[in-house]
């Protein structure tokens, strides 16, 4: 079974510090990944991919990337209350576009 | 990015009836599209990959004759819920890979189906 484990949450963070998502995954031969933030009732939209180990940074976000400790992480630099939403984070399994997300991680910036 | 359309946004029907979503790519053609379902405060669970002029490919548990995929060109894909339930009431999502060479996926804005 492969899985994609984060933490639920919900993470508050004040506004201007930075947020630290995090999420695991099972299989050792996951080659992309992929952060979505998703707003209340929308559909969600890509933030970041990373593909090799290391720091990838676009913006006020980085994410993080360790292959042989099997997760991927997310940080939000300066986090304002529009950051605010659940992130989820997705695995490619080999090649072959399927994607596998976790459950998300409910943010809350507060004022 | 990309973009990726939905039609309707939102449908409400009757107990027993047959439900048809759209989702079209606007800028690009796409061979491969991806539908999910998304039951509230749960995660995005991926229901079948519709492949144009073949069949679907459906994830295990899903049953293919009640969620009927077509894909009869580069740019449209149709999900048609038949014979709705309450238990199918959910958000419906689809999307298309990127044309790009990598392996990101671009997401339609949802159908909210709710069955009476």
């Known amino acids: 079974q492969k899985e994609v484990e984060q933490n639920s949450g919900p993470l508050s963070v004040p506004e201007g510090a930075i947020a630290s998502l995090n999420c695991t995954y099972s299989?050792?031969?996951?080659?992309?990944f992929f952060w979505y933030r998703q707003y209340s009732g929308k559909s969600p939209e890509l933030i970041m991919f990373i593909y090799s180990n290391g720091d990838k940074e676009d913006g006020r976000f980085t994410a993080q990337l360790n292959k042989a400790s099997q997760y991927v992480s997310l940080l939000i630099r300066d986090s304002q209350p529009s950051d605010s939403a659940t992130y989820l984070c997705?695995?490619?399994?080999?090649?072959?576009?399927?994607?596998?997300f976790g459950t998300g991680t409910q943010l809350k910036v507060e004022l | 990015g990309a973009v990726v359309s939905q039609h309707p946004s939102w449908v409400i029907c009757k107990s027993g009836t047959s439900v048809k979503i759209e989702c079209r790519s606007l800028?690009?053609?796409?061979?491969?599209m991806f539908w999910y379902r998304q039951f509230p405060k749960q995660s995005l669970m991926l229901m079948a990959t519709?492949?144009?002029?073949?069949?679907?490919?459906?994830e295990q548990g899903v049953e293919k004759d009640k969620f009927l995929i077509n894909h009869a060109s580069l740019t449209l894909s149709t999900l048609t819920v038949t014979s709705a339930h309450p238990e199918d009431s959910s958000f419906y999502i689809c999307?298309?890979?990127?044309?790009?060479?990598?392996?990101?996926?671009?997401f339609g804005p949802g159908t909210r189906l709710t069955v009476l």
């Open positions: 999307s298309a890979p990127s044309q790009g060479g990598t392996d990101t996926q671009y």
């Open positions: 997705a695995v490619n399994y080999r090649g072959g576009n399927k994607l596998t």
């Open positions: 299989d050792r031969g996951s080659q992309s």
């Open positions: 800028d690009f053609q796409a061979t491969t």
């Open positions: 519709s492949n144009e002029g073949s069949k679907a490919t459906y």
